[in-house]
Structure formats: C-alpha cells, structure tokens
C-alpha cells in the first residue's frame, strides 16, 4: 500500500471510533434549548426537523413518523420524532433525557425533552439525585433568562407541580418553557417543553392553584 493510501485508511480507522464518541458525547441542557428557539427577528410560523441536526440525538426512527390518536389531530400535531442524548446541567452533573419533537404543517410546534434518569454518579462511585432547582439553576448560570409566565415556584408541590416561564437566550425570540414534574414510585421525573404557541401555555393547569 503507497503511503499516503496507508496514510488515508489509518485516518479512517480513527476517525470512526472518534465519530461515535461524538455522537454520545453530553451536551449542556442551555444548548438544546436555545437550538429550538427561534433567532431574533426571523418571522417563522414553525421551524424545521433540520434544525436538531447539529444535536447528538439517538433517534428511534430514521425520520419523523405519523402521529396518530384525537389528542393529535386537536392540536394540529401530524408528525413526531423521538430520541435520547446526554445533557449536562452545570459543570459535573451529566443526564440521559429523551427528546420528542412535535410538527404539524407548518413545522415544530414544541418540543420537550424529559428526564430518565436523575440520578448523578461520581468518579469515585459516590452519588446524588439532581433536582429540578440544579437544573434551573444551571440554566440561569448558562445565560438563559427565564421570567415566570403561569403558576408559582412557592405554590407548587415538591413531588408534583407546572411552571411556565418565558425563556430567552441571547440573539433568540423568547418562547414559552414549561416545567412539568412528577415522582411515580418515589423517583423524580422533570420534562421541559418549549412551547411556541400562546395558546398551549393557557392551557397548563397549576397544580398548586
């Protein structure tokens, strides 16, 4: 083999495991957000599948699928696309979450990306359970400004409860982020949904009210 043929397959051969490594490497929470927030003064009506393309998302199909049921159809939802990633919320604590983007003709209409697990594992075997105040806090230390939109911090259940804020990140429009967590069988699950239409947030009951 000449050497720069050598040379080219020797480059393959490492590029690959680097890709893959890539591809499930975490990702701050504060970036996956602002990817799904629309870039200051760009007049949409929805955003493209395309713009999750940058994200190291797994996903479960190889493009959206059809989204069947009456809950859909009253939404205008017709597509979704689900996935998983890694995210990290500050400097140590790295989470898996499960993505799900929802479409109707128009393009996304939200999207929400849900906790699966919250439990944090140190280098030295150690660990702790994240809460959804370090995610919010580490939100905030990231530059994301959220001003609270519907339902309290202070009325909302510990186990239990909804928020809506408005977020903003720098050169982006602000939308809608609701908060929504729960905790079967005692283990705490958050999910954050960006919601672009006014009307979805109206429609988020406070659990404290």
């Not at 995210?87 to 799900?100: F, K």
Request: glycine share 8%.
């Amino acid at each position: 083999m000449r050497p720069v043929a050598r040379l080219l397959a020797i480059t393959a051969l490492l590029a690959a495991p680097l890709a893959a490594q890539a591809k499930d490497a975490p990702i701050p929470l504060s970036k996956v957000i602002t990817t799904f927030l629309v870039d200051s003064g760009v007049r949409v009506r929805g955003l493209p599948w395309t713009v999750a393309d940058p994200l190291p998302i797994t996903w479960s199909t190889p493009r959206p699928v059809a989204a069947t049921g009456d809950w859909y159809q009253k939404q205008g939802i017709t597509q979704l696309r689900e996935g998983t990633l890694r995210v990290t919320a500050g400097d140590s604590v790295v989470l898996p979450m499960a993505i799900t983007l929802y479409a109707g003709a128009n393009g996304l209409t939200s999207v929400a990306v849900s906790s699966t697990s919250l439990q944090v594992t140190n280098p030295d075997g150690s660990g702790y359970l994240a809460t959804r105040e370090m995610i919010e806090e580490a939100l905030r230390h990231d530059g994301l400004m959220l001003q609270p939109i519907k339902c309290s911090r202070d009325s909302e259940g510990a186990s239990y409860g909804n928020l809506v804020d408005a977020v903003k990140a720098p050169g982006k429009t602000a939308s809608g982020l609701w908060w929504s967590w729960d905790a079967p069988m005692q283990e705490l699950r958050v999910t954050l949904t960006l919601l672009y239409r006014r009307a979805d947030m109206q429609q988020v009951e406070c659990a404290g009210s």
